[in-house]
């Protein structure tokens, strides 16, 4: 059984659309987490969610809105893509402010 | 602020050689540590990590690292490298009871047959 998954794997779209990333857990953990990583493979941390309560919000445009329906799901909204969004999402999560178990990443590629 | 600073973005050994990939923090206080590998196209996974206790930690595939407070310093070693070990590895620090995890550029390990 997957322990942290996202759908889609891959999401090829055109600027100026709109598109969403789901991010579901079964490992009962109480905190989530929204990564980017660039073609650098730099790793930075958009947001997190701790009992469905937002604790981290990075500087990150305000067109990527997470949303948390209950502890197991955190998902990520992105209006109007832009060229510079195309990166690899990752959704992780953690039984508080340890390790943490990541899903297989999103790969978005905006034309 | 804290940060994450890891030494050289490439490393190349040669299969059974030693495999030393470093990391500094640099943090007020004495964070958590982390280590993470990434294949690729695959999420990150767990090498080992420092919490409290014992300063060498060992982990997954026989790698290990040492956390040494007086070089801020967390540096991952394995004795005998294998071709599986070919991966992004990254180092990564969180406040002690904190949150935000900070990860460093990271670096790609590559092994010669």
């Known amino acids: 059984d997957t322990a942290v998954s996202q759908t889609p794997k891959y999401l090829v779209t055109q600027m100026g659309n709109d598109k969403s990333i789901k991010c579901e857990q079964n490992?009962?953990?109480?905190?989530m987490y929204w990564y980017k990583q660039d073609s650098k493979k730099f790793l930075k941390i958009m947001f997190s969610y701790n009992n469905k309560e937002l604790i981290i919000n990075e500087t990150v445009p305000n067109r990527f809105s997470p949303k948390s329906p209950d502890k197991a799901h955190l998902n990520l909204h992105i209006n109007s893509l832009e060229l510079g969004d195309s990166a690899v999402y990752f959704c992780a999560s953690s039984p508080g402010a340890h390790t943490q178990y990541f899903g297989p990443g999103t790969r978005l590629t905006v034309l | 602020a804290q940060s994450v600073t890891q030494l050289g973005s490439h490393v190349s050994v040669s299969e059974g050689a030693l495999v030393l990939l470093r990391c500094n923090y640099s943090?007020?206080?004495?964070?958590?540590l982390f280590w993470y590998v990434q294949y690729p196209n695959q999420g990150l996974q767990l090498l080992l990590k420092y919490t409290t206790g014992a300063t060498l930690v060992k982990g997954i595939n026989g790698f290990e690292a040492e956390f040494k407070k007086s070089e801020t310093s967390f540096h991952l070693t394995k004795p005998s490298a294998h071709m599986s070990d070919a991966a992004e590895y990254f180092c990564?620090?969180?406040?002690?009871?904190?949150?935000?995890?900070?990860f460093g550029a990271g670096t790609r390990l590559f092994v010669k047959a």
């Open positions: 943090s007020s206080v004495p964070p958590y």
């Open positions: 490992l009962g953990h109480d905190t």
């Open positions: 990564a620090v969180t406040p002690t009871g904190g949150f935000k995890t900070i």
